[in-house]
């Protein structure tokens, strides 16, 4: 039995899957059931239940996983403690993301944070928003990068940046030659929306809501990539955070209206990081450089997206 072998079968659990952790660890779907039946023969139990879709773990296996989780965090804090004797900073840090925050704010980030500290080894994973709860909580990653963030009991959040919302639409919608919107006159319009089940959703249907407007919902995505390409074919308007649209709008293919409203509508944006647990010397660094380059230095900070004259205040209150 070794350490990587526990990872395989720690990473089967976790993506209910054998060949997602195939794919993840290098190896071949037979080489990761192998991996399981050798364990499996060396205990005398059975750890996995494959009869079932998606896999799930046995109660021996949850046992067995629970505690080999523990030992591959544990392991991974030692190499890194051990190479930073030697180094200012040097070891692994993983983080996972939501798109639009790993698109957008964080390829800069991994960059410069690598420049500056060569020996660090930076692990980006894009992820849908649920992904990146789990990727944190399961300890497949040290850091998450989420909006709307909430502290659960497994998980602590903490703010890091705000985005203004802005209207994207299409350079020839009619709104396109607006100088600002007010959300009223978004009601009965199309509306390019986010899939019903995401928070940024449920925030945005609230504020629309309060505001007593019923725009027609044309189509939904559950990223905002999606969102700008139905936009620019004008197949509706869409409320989006500034800095996900300057691409487009740099390259005229969006056009980015200011909204006007009494109070600023804000996407934000935090860090997660499971409750309870220290960082390993590397991860925590890089918390500390995200820290301090929450709004000034990254690419699409709350400053730089804000309208001109004014400047974010704190995000509309979150809501169920």
Same mark, same amino acid.
């Given at each position: 039995?070794?350490?990587?072998?526990?990872?395989?079968?720690?990473d089967i659990v976790v993506r209910r899957s054998f060949s997602r952790?195939?794919?993840?660890?290098?190896?071949?779907?037979?080489?990761?059931?192998?991996?399981?039946?050798?364990?499996?023969?060396?205990?005398?139990?059975?750890?996995i239940e494959r009869s079932k879709r998606p896999l799930m773990p046995?109660?021996?296996?949850?046992?067995?996983?629970?505690?080999?989780?523990?030992?591959?965090?544990?392991?991974?804090?030692?190499?890194?403690?051990?190479?930073?004797?030697?180094?200012?900073?040097?070891?692994?840090?993983?983080?996972?993301?939501?798109?639009?925050?790993?698109?957008?704010?964080?390829?800069?980030?991994?960059?410069?944070?690598?420049?500056?500290?060569?020996?660090?080894?930076?692990?980006?994973?894009?992820?849908?928003?649920?992904?990146?709860?789990?990727?944190?909580?399961?300890?497949?990653? %040290?850091?998450?990068?989420v909006s709307y963030p909430r502290s659960t009991k497994a998980l602590?959040?903490?703010?890091?940046?705000?985005?203004?919302?802005?209207?994207?639409?299409?350079?020839?919608?009619?709104?396109?030659?607006?100088?600002?919107?007010?959300?009223?006159?978004?009601?009965?319009?199309?509306?390019?929306?986010?899939?019903?089940?995401?928070?940024?959703?449920?925030?945005? %249907?609230?504020?629309?809501?309060?505001?007593?407007?019923?725009?027609?919902?044309?189509?939904?995505?559950?990223?905002?990539?999606?969102?700008?390409?139905?936009?620019?074919?004008?197949?509706?308007?869409?409320?989006?955070?500034?800095?996900?649209?300057?691409?487009?709008?740099?390259?005229?293919?969006?056009?980015?209206?200011?909204?006007?409203?009494?109070?600023?509508?804000? &996407?934000?944006?935090?860090?997660?990081?499971?409750?309870?647990?220290?960082?390993?010397?590397?991860?925590?660094?890089?918390?500390?450089?995200?820290?301090?380059?929450?709004?000034?230095?990254?690419?699409?900070?709350?400053?730089?997206?804000?309208?001109?004259?004014? &400047?974010?205040?704190?995000?509309?209150?979150?809501?169920?």
């Amino acid at each position: 039995m070794n350490l990587k072998s526990l990872k395989v079968f720690c990473d089967i659990v976790v993506r209910r899957s054998f060949s997602r952790a195939a794919e993840d660890n290098g190896i071949s779907q037979s080489g990761a059931s192998q991996v399981v039946s050798q364990l499996e023969h060396r205990l005398g139990v059975q750890l996995i239940e494959r009869s079932k879709r998606p896999l799930m773990p046995t109660r021996e296996g949850q046992v067995f996983f629970d505690g080999c989780r523990k030992l591959i965090a544990r392991y991974d804090a030692l190499e890194d403690e051990v190479r930073t004797l030697h180094e200012e900073v040097a070891g692994r840090v993983r983080v996972a993301a939501i798109y639009s925050v790993g698109l957008h704010h964080m390829s800069r980030a991994v960059q410069e944070f690598t420049t500056l500290h060569p020996r660090a080894n930076v692990r980006l994973e894009y992820l849908h928003p649920d992904r990146v709860l789990e990727s944190v909580e399961s300890g497949q990653a %040290d850091l998450g990068l989420v909006s709307y963030p909430r502290s659960t009991k497994a998980l602590d959040a903490e703010p890091w940046r705000e985005e203004p919302f802005v209207l994207a639409c299409a350079p020839g919608n009619p709104l396109a030659s607006w100088k600002s919107v007010r959300l009223e006159h978004l009601d009965h319009r199309p509306l390019v929306g986010f899939d019903p089940d995401l928070v940024i959703r449920h925030e945005l %249907d609230r504020v629309l809501a309060a505001h007593g407007v019923e725009p027609e919902v044309v189509m939904e995505f559950d990223n905002i990539e999606t969102i700008k390409r139905a936009v620019e074919i004008d197949a509706g308007v869409a409320l989006l955070p500034g800095p996900t649209v300057g691409r487009e709008v740099a390259a005229g293919t969006l056009h980015a209206i200011p909204l006007d409203t009494d109070q600023p509508l804000v &996407r934000p944006l935090g860090i997660i990081r499971v409750r309870g647990k220290p960082l390993p010397p590397t991860a925590d660094r890089f918390l500390e450089f995200l820290r301090g380059h929450a709004a000034e230095d990254l690419p699409g900070g709350a400053a730089a997206a804000a309208p001109r004259g004014r &400047r974010p205040r704190a995000p509309v209150p979150a809501g169920p």
